[in-house]
């Protein structure tokens, strides 16, 4: 499957920014967000269980990211608020078989979408 990101942007620290990834088919068994700050290893934020539907989320988000899907569409989308420098990164959707492979760790990923650059700064 192919995933296309985008929705990255320059936005002030406080705001906020809505994600896309677009898939090109069906058929994976979970899809989530993981990002990779300048000089960091990629961190995982959260992922949809395509099975029930059920969305994780990694421990540090902490209610400030929201992710949601259109199934007819085969998108998925990360609202992220109250936007913050360190939160400046590259974003990449990626598909999985285990959410738990995406919002714990290690990383394992099938399929890694492009990236789109997210950049808070004032």
């Known amino acids: 499957v192919q995933l296309q990101a985008s929705g990255g942007g320059l936005v002030q620290p406080g705001g906020s920014l809505k994600l896309s990834c677009a898939a090109s088919a069906s058929g994976y068994r979970a899809i989530g967000w993981v990002r990779q700050a300048p000089g960091k290893e990629r961190e995982g934020i959260s992922c949809?269980?395509?099975?029930?539907?059920?969305?994780y989320y990694a421990r540090f988000v902490k209610g400030r990211f929201t992710m949601s899907r259109d199934r007819a569409k085969n998108t998925v989308f990360l609202q992220m608020n109250d936007l913050k420098p360190e939160d400046t990164a590259v974003y990449y959707c990626a598909v999985t078989d285990l959410c738990v492979d995406i919002t714990v760790g290690p990383l394992d990923v099938k399929s890694w979408g492009n990236g789109t650059l997210v950049t808070v700064s004032s």
């Open positions: 949809i269980s395509t099975d029930h539907g059920s969305i």
